[in-house]
């Protein structure tokens, strides 16, 4: 069994300026996988759950000592890492028949990690992922030799969803997504006996009511109450709330098979040859990634799929596992790396999470990896007429979030196998100023944001005279989409635009905005009209554009070529010129690896011709 490294060199390897050791470090789409991909099954058993077995046996050996990524893993603040631990070690468990000689020590060593993280804080999902083993455990007869009587009477106190749910049923200072994880909380409590069946009962009906209320009639859950955003969990959360009724034992309701649809329509048009998954928003990289397993294993299991859907639905899963393996794991460290060989992701994800995130995202694809076994696809090769059906997709679809006072919605392009995703949203919660949220193209390995970031991403940034800096972000009105042929056309009106600085966006009349997209095979244009109110005067407008091209060359006109890379070219006008360079702060990072390059547009004093600012920016991109 491969033996992690020690610790100062493991350390080194996952800082941001380490020299890559993993072979697609520097490549943001590492492998594609064609028809000779390995089953999920093979995967799972063969390649991550020996890499899972062996940082759990580092933990035996080195417990509260343990260290990983130069993180003292119990010292980390991960507040979901019993929780964790416990999914985890429970897995080496319940793999095992119970004619195995392996079994007692295994069960032995659930009960000593059991009473090690007993005192060490616990909340939410961790309270979720524990009381999950223990039930996993319970059903196989197992639970009363896996954990002590007096750790099992302090676990059963512990493991209360009241502890972040106030008697009216209230979350206390959680996002909406936190019903979904009390109401499984409080079944799996009933199921060991724990409880009865009263709590469980209202907090599903508080959890689907308030679904629906902020869903809307276009079925996705807006991740704040009413603001507007719509990112990876939007989609993810019905998939997850099926999951829950699953594993409790429930049969989900029409309506809720309903709602899973919708986010089924939303991930098709996703698929590609490299596993790669959801495009904008937060938590994405490989949670983006795993957020299409829940989602498509829910919709397979629950009938949602056509036949067809659902072995390609098997094969694009296959595709994601493999590259965890293959992309996410770094080879030389035994760990998933979101944070290092030029990778960034969000502060939620920070480096001190490491030793949890390789045992939440194992558990995402054991999970559902589970399901395809349990539908019959146990070793089965991946449908090798999947790369020929992608094919058959279609060329441009629109989905709908929100309509009213303002638009949400996302629109989805394939050009060739790319996938270009549109979002039109708000990134209200703290997230509306960072540029994974913007109204900007995003394509797996071509276009990104960077994760927590503020520079101006494709989107002009206006400093008035005064100070304040105001951006086109988040007030859409009268959002448009038309096809003809293979060009997609996309336009908005903001009569307001986001003032920068605050949690969530605030509208500022100061300025207005007509924004329109012409999205052609291998060219991205993007135009904006930008009128001033009377009296007020701009100081400077600036645009960003990072790439993972290089060797780019300025020429006359505003013009960025580049020698490298799959964009080609760069054009903005309306500005005073543009520079480019390497990109080599932190902030240039994404979640795949660290941009090549950098070009900043500025205009300084602009002045209006007949009352309109113009701005465009037009960039071509290899097919």
Not at 273 to 299: C, K
Not at 308 to 331: G, H, K, L, T
Not at 396 to 422: K, Q
Not at 550 to 557: K, Q
Request: aromatic share 10%; net charge positive; glycine share 8%.
């Amino acid at each position: 069994m491969r033996k992690l490294v020690c610790v100062p060199v493991l350390a080194a390897l996952l800082t941001a300026n380490a020299a890559p050791a993993d072979p697609w470090a520097g490549k943001p789409h590492g492998p594609v996988y064609r028809a000779d991909v390995a089953p999920m099954d093979r995967t799972v058993r063969t390649r991550l759950m020996p890499q899972v077995e062996t940082l759990l046996e580092q933990l035996l050996r080195e417990k509260r000592g343990m260290r990983l990524g130069g993180v003292a893993v119990f010292e980390s603040g991960d507040k979901f890492l019993p929780g964790k631990i416990a999914a985890a070690m429970a897995y080496r468990v319940t793999t095992l028949d119970r004619s195995d000689p392996r079994l007692a020590q295994r069960l032995e060593d659930f009960a000593d990690i059991a009473d090690l993280t007993l005192d060490d804080p616990n909340d939410t999902w961790g309270v979720y992922y524990y009381i999950s083993a223990l039930h996993d455990l319970n059903e196989r007869g197992l639970l009363d030799r896996a954990v002590r009587p007096a750790t099992l009477a302090r676990l059963k106190q512990k493991l209360d969803w009241r502890r972040f749910v106030r008697p009216d049923l209230t979350l206390i200072n959680l996002p909406n997504n936190y019903y979904g994880v009390a109401f499984s909380v409080a079944r799996l409590r009933h199921l060991l006996g724990w409880e009865d069946a009263a709590g469980a009962d209202q907090l599903l009906a508080r959890t689907l009511d308030h679904y629906r209320k902020y869903s809307g009639e276009y079925g996705f859950a807006d991740e704040t109450e009413g603001k507007g955003r719509f990112d990876r969990y939007s989609v993810l959360l019905i998939g997850e709330i099926a999951h829950r009724l699953i594993e409790t034992g429930m049969t989900p309701s029409t309506e809720v098979k309903g709602w899973l649809r919708k986010s089924v329509d939303l991930l098709l048009p996703r698929f590609n040859l490299t596993g790669e998954g959801f495009e904008y928003g937060r938590s994405i990289g490989t949670y983006g990634e795993t957020a299409f397993l829940e989602v498509l294993t829910a919709a397979a299991l629950l009938k949602v799929l056509t036949p067809q859907e659902e072995r390609m639905a098997y094969a694009f899963s296959s595709r994601i596992s493999a590259r965890y393996v293959d992309f996410w794991v770094n080879p030389a460290t035994g760990s998933v790396d979101m944070w290092g060989q030029g990778r960034r992701t969000d502060d939620y994800r920070g480096i001190h999470r490491i030793f949890g995130e390789n045992l939440s995202l194992a558990r995402q694809h054991i999970y559902t990896n589970a399901i395809w076994n349990r539908l019959g696809y146990a070793g089965r090769a991946p449908d090798p007429s999947y790369a020929k059906w992608l094919e058959t997709l279609p060329r441009s679809t629109l989905t709908w979030f929100a309509r009213g006072a303002y638009d949400r919605a996302v629109v989805t392009v394939r050009d060739r196998g790319r996938v270009i995703g549109l979002p039109i949203v708000n990134g209200a919660g703290g997230q509306h100023m960072h540029n994974p949220y913007f109204p900007v193209p995003f394509s797996p390995g071509m276009l990104s944001g960077s994760a927590d970031a503020t520079w101006p991403h494709l989107v002009p940034r206006i400093t008035l005279a005064d100070g304040a800096v105001l951006m086109p972000l988040a007030f859409f009105k009268d959002v448009r989409v038309t096809r003809q042929g293979a060009v997609t056309q996309v336009s908005w009106r903001q009569d307001a635009l986001d003032r920068m600085g605050e949690n969530d966006a605030r509208p500022d009349r100061r300025a207005s905005v007509e924004t329109s997209y012409t999205l052609a095979s291998g060219r991205i244009t993007r135009s904006d009209r930008l009128r001033l109110a009377p009296g007020v005067r701009a100081a400077k407008i600036d645009l960003e554009f990072a790439s993972f091209s290089g060797e780019p060359s300025v020429r006359a006109g505003g013009v960025v070529g580049f020698g490298t890379g799959e964009v080609s070219r760069f054009a903005a006008t309306g500005y005073d010129g543009c520079t480019a360079g390497k990109a080599e702060k932190p902030e240039y990072r994404t979640p795949t690896g660290r941009f090549a390059s950098v070009v900043r547009c500025t205009r300084s004093a602009p002045t209006a011709r007949d009352g309109v600012i113009a701005l465009t920016w037009e960039l071509s991109y290899n097919r």
